[in-house]
């Protein structure tokens, strides 16, 4: 009887203590959430959907799309979980996907195992506010590659000529796939890759484009970019190749949400070393076929 006794103590003190710092947490969110709104009148709370590694399924959250990040709102049910600030720098865009809970959505990365699912009226409005925040984002290209013959090594280029609808001119992968006509890679990504001390080149990467100052892993699919003389077009998430563990067997891992994209050749031209690469913000709310939505 003791025994019971000494349990239900543990287990109120525990409750007690959760709700506790449940009550803070909400406190915080409402102190930091309108210091963050005071630069604009209407904020709306927008649907989503928490995933996380080894869970049952989504866990329905609310979201606000400020300017200095996405707030999200935990479940009721997540007494541990303080209201959380993602600073837009720190979000990485995955892909729409379908899943067997609910319909077509947008996922974006987080830290660690966490993602969020985000339904299509709130992913237009991050779009939107990614686009405000980044139209006068100025990258350039800090690398050119191309290779002719499957499983080698593309070799470095001074000039591409690219090829609309078909990719880039005597690059084995241009012409096979729509969506896969150039792949780009962030110079800022393997920089960090060479502080951790993997032994690398960029020539192993298989990237026709590298693109320094520029979050290409952040961008939504159907952003098109303005890249020196070319347009292009965000077209697919690119993902880490088995063949990166010839280089390094950690780097698939590591570079998982972090390995570029795949973009469409929309218009003929030909870039160089450090051409100027900026986004066309209007894009961002296209759909992956280009009509607005």
């Not at 989504?58 to 600073?87: A, C, K, N």
């Not at 891992?253 to 972090?258: C, K, S």
């Amino acid at each position: 009887m003791l025994l019971f006794v000494l349990l239900a103590v543990v287990l109120l003190v525990f409750f007690m203590n959760s709700f506790s710092c449940r009550m803070s947490g909400w406190s915080k969110m409402k102190k930091d959430f309108h210091a963050a709104s005071a630069q604009a009148p209407d904020h709306p709370k927008w649907k989503g959907y928490l995933l996380e590694s080894g869970s049952r399924g989504p866990e329905p959250l609310g979201l606000y799309v400020l300017e200095s990040g996405i707030y999200l709102e935990p479940p009721m049910w997540r007494f541990q979980w303080e209201p959380l600030l993602v600073p837009w720098n720190e979000i990485k865009y995955r892909q729409p996907v379908r899943s067997p809970w609910f319909k077509a959505t947008h996922e974006f990365k987080l830290a660690g195992s966490m993602t969020i699912s985000v339904e299509e009226a709130g992913y237009r409005e991050i779009c939107k506010q990614v686009g405000n925040l980044m139209q006068d984002r100025k990258g350039t290209i800090s690398g050119l590659y191309a290779g002719a013959h499957k499983g080698d090594p593309k070799q470095t280029r001074e000039q591409l000529k690219l090829i609309a609808t078909f990719g880039v001119e005597g690059d084995i992968h241009a012409g096979l796939q729509h969506d896969r006509q150039i792949s780009l890679f962030s110079q800022d990504v393997f920089d960090e890759l060479v502080r951790e001390g993997f032994d690398i080149t960029a020539e192993q990467f298989s990237a026709n484009l590298f693109l320094a100052n520029f979050p290409v892993d952040s961008l939504p699919l159907g952003t098109q970019l303005q890249v020196g003389a070319v347009r292009l077009e965000i077209s697919e998430v690119r993902n880490p190749c088995r063949s990166l563990t010839q280089v390094d067997i950690r780097l698939p891992r590591r570079l998982y949400g972090q390995c570029g994209q795949f973009a469409r050749v929309i218009t003929d031209g030909t870039v160089n070393l450090n051409d100027a690469v900026t986004l066309i913000p209007a894009t961002l709310t296209r759909s992956t076929n280009g009509n607005l939505r």
